[in-house]
């Protein structure tokens, strides 16, 4: 399993950034997949989550609104679009992929810096 993930650095508030993760190694298709994120000091959380097929989407009530996920199954590639940034949105973001039939299969990305400073 292997992911690839793409998009992070450094931003100004209300700036807007896309995050990238490409994935292989496992069948894209039948996982649902999220995006996580970890600041300073903090424990990590879930930012936003995206079905198989991208028919449902959800997302923390800190992100709703600014953030949009998306997802290519041709592509094995789930995206993060963020707008609005605010420097409390700087963390280091998890691209996660779940099973939806066994929690035994759940992967995760090396994680990618987004930073919100003026």
């Known amino acids: 399993v292997q992911f690839v993930e793409s998009g992070g650095g450094l931003v100004q508030p209300g700036g807007s950034l896309r995050l990238s993760c490409a994935a292989s190694?496992?069948?894209?298709?039948?996982?649902?997949m999220n995006w996580y994120r970890q600041a300073p000091g903090k424990g990590r959380e879930l930012v936003a989550g995206?079905?198989?097929?991208?028919?449902?989407?959800n997302y923390a009530d800190s992100v709703r609104g600014r953030f949009t996920i998306s997802r290519d199954n041709a592509k094995n590639t789930v995206y993060l679009q963020m707008n609005s940034l605010k420097p409390e949105d700087t963390a280091v973001y998890y691209c996660?992929?779940?099973?939806?039939?066994?929690?035994?299969?759940?992967?995760w990305g090396q994680g990618t810096q987004v930073t919100v400073s003026s």
């Open positions: 190694g496992f069948t894209f298709s039948r996982y649902v």
């Open positions: 996660n992929a779940k099973s939806p039939y066994s929690p035994k299969y759940e992967y």
């Open positions: 995206i079905s198989t097929t991208g028919g449902s989407t």
